[in-house]
């Protein structure tokens, strides 16, 4: 196991490795990229919410100890080859070397979200069990912490193991030959953040891992000998696992996390840990952004130097622009440049990325007209700010990837005209596993993914505006909730990024409604009751459009583990009734809170 010392004698380890050439992710397996990177003095460190070094593992020793725990794997009489492994994907060292013990025992790692301390246990344990049921896994392996879960969550599955690293060590290892996964197998299953009722587990194979880790190495974010990352992003997601482990370990990069929670408490640390180490990569959603620069505004004498960040992605959700202009304002006098930010796109099914805006350039953007979007899908260009709405442009496919823009009929639309993205490259998902009527819904005859997201395109670059399943319908006029939400949010100086979530509901005579829930922090009803009103006077400025509003205790909203709002759950909470507006409990005679509260 990783030696054991003092964290005062604890050392980071090097940016780069004096003797070993970089390769750019040229391998044909994940077990044979480690094996590599293990010839050379880079790897993994861990640290605590407050910046400090708590755990340092060398890609060595995680190689080291990967093949150990492999032999423990292969020793068991009744794991057969491709069998499937849950384990909790909490940002430890355990995760990771249970992650890789699998690679080489030829078994497939499912990636567990770990526990985020937000929600009921009971969601997050009937998660669990969806994905371990659905993914027919014969072991569920976690930490102490979430034992009591994963036991509760494994009891409808007929599982060989449900225990901890500790019971893999002790189980039985006998001598055996490591059974790495080939080129031509599957790597690990990853399922959609957002899965719930019924989670999709997708099916990456190493050739595709491969593919697009070298795409991403070579031409999306074009890798330097002495590039390091940052990351707090979690491991369940597929931009915290493949983006943030996967990719940077295929080329020899060293890697620095925060934890996930630690993020959340304190998330200038993770700007801390890049400028203490001189990172020069390192992702977020928008959010992530914000929640440093709401935090810098409240914090004097911030004593940082970002100017070794030559890569500030944004992925994970809708670029919003007004975010990293602010952010870029408040760390300008720590040397942060606004040519850093990349804006990208990519999805699970795809393995991980298809697009990134060229590099130091930073954000670009287009600014079209609102009343072209909603009435005809046009993304007509204006300079009117005032009826106009910026969309960051995400950059060209990827050499070797290909992009669509289509109508409702398969039709392939002109630039500038909005419709649904198909793409089509060489890290296309093997399918959904187990799922196959699933996976013919999205991978067509001709070979092309159907993503599901709404864009279009300009001059070569893709412009996404949303997913189509959240889009609202309302009267026959097609309206993005994003708009709605981010003309609210940043209109009302109650309201933050991500207050917010709009969705339509069918009524009992059959029309459709469209709905906000708002988080409201102030206990004043006077004060409740006026930001409804507002709420629905810029609604209606905005769409021409009557809104139900429910305001909701501050953190109701559901998001998945990668941080995106999950408008579909929001609106299965409301339509079940789950949510209680903060006016209902106010006296009798407030009869507007009771009447939005109402389903």
């Known amino acids: 196991m990783t030696e054991n010392v003092t964290k005062t004698q604890l050392t980071a380890t090097a940016t780069t490795s004096e003797n070993l050439p970089v390769r750019m992710a040229d ?16 790897g993994i460190n861990f640290y605590g919410s407050k910046a400090e070094l708590e755990t340092v593992l060398s890609y060595a020793d995680l ?80 930490t102490e912490k979430s034992m009591d879960s994963l036991t509760k969550a494994a009891e409808t599955s007929d599982l060989l193991l449900v225990g901890t690293l500790a019971d893999i060590e002790n189980m039985p290892s006998a ?10 197998e599957n790597s690990h299953i990853q399922f959609s953040s957002g899965s719930t009722r019924k989670p999709l587990g ?31 992003l979690p491991f369940y997601h597929d931009m915290g696992l493949i983006g943030f ?17 630690g993020f959340a408490r304190r998330p200038l640390s993770w700007l801390q840990i890049i400028s203490d180490n001189k990172c020069t990569m390192a992702y977020s959603p928008s959010f992530g952004y914000e929640l440093c620069s709401r935090r810098a505004k409240r914090q004097q004498n911030i004593d940082l130097d970002l100017s070794s960040w030559r890569v500030a992605g944004i992925g994970g959700e809708m670029v919003q622009p007004e975010i990293l202009e602010d952010f870029t304002e408040t760390f300008r006098s720590s040397n942060f440049s606004e040519k850093a930010f990349v804006p990208s796109y990519g999805l699970a099914e795809m393995t991980l990325a298809f697009s990134f805006a060229p590099l130091d350039t930073g954000l670009e953007t287009d600014r079209i007209n609102k009343e072209k979007l909603v009435e005809d899908h046009l993304a007509e260009a204006t ?36 419709g649904t993205i198909f793409i089509h490259g060489p890290s296309m998902m093997s399918g959904y596993d187990l799922n196959p009527e699933e996976t013919d819904k999205v991978i067509g005859a001709d070979g092309w993914l159907n993503t599901g997201d709404m864009g279009y395109m300009k001059d070569g670059d893709i412009v996404i505006t949303g997913r189509h399943k959240d889009l609202l319908i309302i009267n026959g006029r097609n309206i993005w909730p994003q708009d ?39 206990q004043d009803p006077e004060t409740q009751t006026q930001l409804r009103k507002d709420i629905q006077a810029i609604i209606f400025r905005t769409a021409g ?34 949510y209680t507006d903060v006016q209902q409990d106010n006296t009798a005679g407030d009869q507007s809170g009771r009447k939005a509260a109402s389903v």
């Open 202 to 232: 997708i099916m990456i194979s190493q050739d595709a891992l491969m593919a697009n880790a070298r795409s991403v190495a070579l031409h999306g974010l074009q890798f330097r000998e002495h590039d390091r990352v940052a990351s707090w």
């Open 27 to 42: 391998f044909e397996t994940l077990s044979a990229a480690l094996d590599y990177a293990a010839q050379g003095e880079c």
């Open 545 to 578: 459009i009557h809104c139900k509003i429910m305001l909701l205790q501050p953190g109701t909203l559901p998001y998945t583990t990668s941080g995106k709002l999950s408008r579909a759950l929001a609106r299965k909470n409301y339509c079940s009734k789950q």
């Open 484 to 522: 709605l939400e981010w003309q609210v949010e940043q209109e009302l100086d109650l309201l933050n990024s991500r207050d917010t979530a709009a969705f339509a509901v069918t009524t009992d005579k059959g029309s459709d409604e469209a709905v906000m829930l708002a988080h409201c922090r102030s």
């Open 63 to 142: 190689a080291a100890e990967a093949k150990k725990l492999a032999t423990h794997f292969l020793s068991h009489d009744d794991l057969e080859r491709g069998d499937r492994i849950c384990i909790i994907a909490d940002m430890t060292p355990d995760f990771i070397k249970l992650f890789f013990a699998c690679q080489y025992a030829g078994l497939m790692a499912v990636p567990l979200p770990a526990v985020s301390g937000l929600g009921s246990r009971d969601g997050y344990e009937g998660q669990l069990e969806r994905i371990i049921r659905t993914s027919q896994a014969k072991m569920a392996i976690g």
């Open 245 to 261: 482990l996967i990719i940077p370990l295929t080329c020899q990069m060293s890697i620095d996390y925060l934890k996930t929670d």
């Open 175 to 184: 001598p055996a030959d490591l059974a790495p996964l080939r080129a031509d």
């Open 383 to 418: 300079k009117d700010a005032k009826f106009s709405r910026d969309f960051a442009l995400c950059g060209q496919a990827l050499p070797g990837y290909k992009i669509e823009i289509r109508d409702h009929n398969g039709t392939v639309l002109p630039d500038r005209t909005i």
